[in-house]
C-alpha cells in the first residue's frame, strides 16, 4: 500500500471509488443519484490536497486534506470495499493523523462504519442531521 499526489487524470477514480464505497448507504438515506454524486466529486475534487491509495499500482482509494481556515477537511477518503475490515483504512488514517497540527473536520454518512473509525482516531460528533453527521478532532 502507498500513496502517490493525485492528478486532474484521478477524477474517474475518485467518482467510481465513490460510487462503490458510498453507494449502498447513500441508497438507504436519500437515494442513489449518479448524476448528482458524480456532480459532488466533480465540484469537489481538488488534486493538489488528494492523496490516491494504490495497491499493487492499482488505484483502490482515496484521500483529501483540505485546508480551510480552522482546520484541515479530511473528505472523500475511499477504499475499496473488498478492502474493508483489513486494517488498511486504520492505518492510512493513522499515519496522516500523526503527522496533522491542527484541528481536523470530516462528514460523515448517518450509519456508516466509518464514523466508528474516525470515533476510534479522537473525532467526536460536532452536529448530526439525520443524514450526514459533522465530526472534528481537535489539534494534538
Known amino acids: ?8 487524470d484521478d477524477l474517474e477514480h475518485v467518482v467510481s471509488l465513490k460510487e462503490r464505497v458510498l453507494r449502498a448507504d447513500l441508497e438507504r438515506l436519500v437515494g ?12 469537489h475534487f481538488s ?4 492523496r490516491m491509495i494504490l495497491l499493487e499500482d492499482a488505484v483502490v482509494g482515496t484521500i483529501t ?11 472523500m477518503f ?5 478492502l474493508h475490515g483489513r486494517g ?9 493523523l500523526a503527522a496533522a497540527t491542527t484541528p481536523l473536520r470530516l462528514q460523515v454518512l448517518v450509519g456508516s462504519p466509518a464514523q466508528r473509525l474516525y470515533a476510534r482516531h479522537g473525532f ?7 443524514i ?6 481537535p489539534a494534538p
Open 88 to 96: 488498511i483504512g486504520t492505518s492510512i488514517l493513522a499515519t496522516l
Open 124 to 130: 467526536v460528533v460536532e452536529e448530526d442531521d439525520g
Open 1 to 8: 500500500m502507498r500513496l502517490r499526489a493525485a492528478t486532474a
Open 65 to 75: 486534506l483540505r485546508p480551510d481556515r480552522e482546520a484541515v477537511w479530511l473528505e
Open 132 to 137: 450526514d453527521v459533522w465530526m472534528r478532532r
Open 32 to 43: 442513489w443519484d449518479p448524476e448528482k454524486s458524480r456532480a459532488r466529486v466533480v465540484e
Open 47 to 50: 488534486p493538489e490536497h488528494t
Open 78 to 82: 475511499y477504499l475499496d470495499a473488498a
